[in-house]
């Protein structure tokens, strides 16, 4: 079974605008929260991640905010480009553990 | 500083051949983990090995598929008799100890198609 879910499958934004992908997992035993960034034929890069200490988590244009008791959490793209059109990738794990992933969300911005 | 090394890039098998992927992880990187990426899915988790031990094979199908990393050399996972289901994209990741669970460095992946 997917251990966490990821919406929506595919987010098409103006450059400038806002993109927001969202995330929810069941296993309260998660601790770590990273986002990937993948472009095509290449492998998952980290973009930014998050420990459930922390309610957000900012690095440059790329803001996680994490909301314990709903266990959910979201990435926000500022001023989108085009060069961030690429398919971005939730994941969790507990300490020890592998990461599980979600099934991603291809990201298109226009021009 | 090399990252993840991944070969082949691409791999084309005939149905019923054997497919070998191998990973060198990245130097000082002990754990690895190996994850199928399938069109329009996310990447599923199947082994994750250290040193000559395999500490969780939870995603790995019992048939066909085996994954080793030894003393020395790269990790490989093997797929016997490759059916036209296998076809996927494999991507191997590698950790340091202090960072099981994170800090992962993805390869660039083996595309395997089987024909």
């Known amino acids: 079974q997917q251990q966490v879910k990821q919406s929506p499958q595919s987010l098409i934004v103006q450059k400038g605008g806002i993109s927001i992908i969202n995330c929810a997992y069941e296993?309260?035993?998660?601790?770590?929260f990273p986002w990937y960034q993948q472009f095509p034929g290449k492998g998952p890069a980290l973009l930014i991640a998050?420990?459930?200490?922390?309610s957000e988590k900012k690095e440059g244009r790329f803001t996680i905010s994490f909301n314990k008791s709903a266990k959910q959490f979201s990435l926000h793209i500022m001023d989108s480009q085009p060069g961030d059109s690429a398919t971005y990738f939730c994941?969790?794990?507990?300490?020890?553990?592998?990461?599980?992933f979600g099934k991603g969300t291809s990201l298109l911005v226009t021009p | 500083n090399a990252g993840v090394m991944q070969n082949p890039r691409h791999l084309v098998r005939r149905r019923g051949q054997e497919a070998r992927l191998r990973c060198s992880p990245m130097?000082?990187?002990?754990?690895v983990y190996w994850y199928r990426q399938l069109p329009e899915e996310g990447l599923k988790f199947m082994v994750y090995?250290?040193?000559?031990?395999?500490?969780?094979e939870s995603g790995m199908p019992k048939e066909r598929f085996s994954a080793e990393f030894p003393k020395e050399g790269p990790s490989i996972l093997r797929i016997q008799q490759v059916v036209r289901g296998d076809s996927a994209a494999y991507f191997c990741?590698?950790?340091?100890?202090?960072?099981?669970?994170?800090?992962?460095?993805f390869g660039s992946g083996t595309r395997l198609t089987v024909v």
């Open positions: 130097k000082g990187h002990s754990h």
């Open positions: 990741a590698s950790s340091i100890p202090d960072r099981v669970g994170y800090g992962y460095t």
């Open positions: 994941a969790a794990s507990k300490t020890g553990y592998a990461l599980n």
């Open positions: 090995l250290q040193k000559e031990n395999i500490i969780d």
């Open positions: 296993n309260t035993a998660f601790d770590y």
């Open positions: 998050i420990r459930p200490d922390v």
